[in-house]
Nanobody, 127 residues
Framework: QLQLAESGGGLVQAGGSLRLSCAASGRTFNSAAMGWFRQAPGKEREFVAAISRNGASTSYADSVKGRFTILRDNAKSTVYLQMNSLKPEDTAVYSC????????????????????WGQGTQVTVSS
């Protein structure tokens, strides 16, 4: 079992920064590939960023590439999403997810591959 809890969301002006955290409880965090997804009102959930079990591989959606960075600290069982140069179109509920079945170097971009999901944290970017 793995439980995920996001934090760090809030209201920020365009051009600002936020860092989201996703703390995991359970022994399997180190063996799970992790990802961040977001869902804006009236829109489908979309992939944002992913990181492999060992942290060596990452992947980003084109819309956030160069602005967002995903990191993980296995000692703290936490994955982070550093978001810089935020835009109003980044407004959404951001959720982290864990895939226990991914191989060491694999990044997972499809939401259906993930086993566990957090509740999400709201990010609102004002113009």
């Amino acid at each position: 079992q793995l439980q995920l809890a996001e934090s760090g969301g809030g209201l920020v002006q365009a051009g600002g920064s936020l860092r989201l955290s996703c703390a995991a409880s359970g022994r399997t965090f180190n063996s799970a590939a992790m990802g961040w997804f977001r869902q804006a009102p009236g829109k489908e959930r979309e992939f944002v960023a992913a990181i492999s079990r060992n942290g060596a591989s990452t992947s980003y959606a084109d819309s956030v590439k160069g602005r967002f960075t995903i990191l993980r600290d296995n000692a703290k069982s936490t994955v982070y999403l550093q978001m810089n140069s935020l835009k109003p179109e980044d407004t959404a509920v951001y959720s982290c997810a864990a895939d226990r079945n991914a191989l060491g170097w694999t990044v997972v971009v499809l939401p259906g591959a993930y086993d566990y999901w957090g509740q999400g944290t709201q990010v609102t970017v004002s113009s």
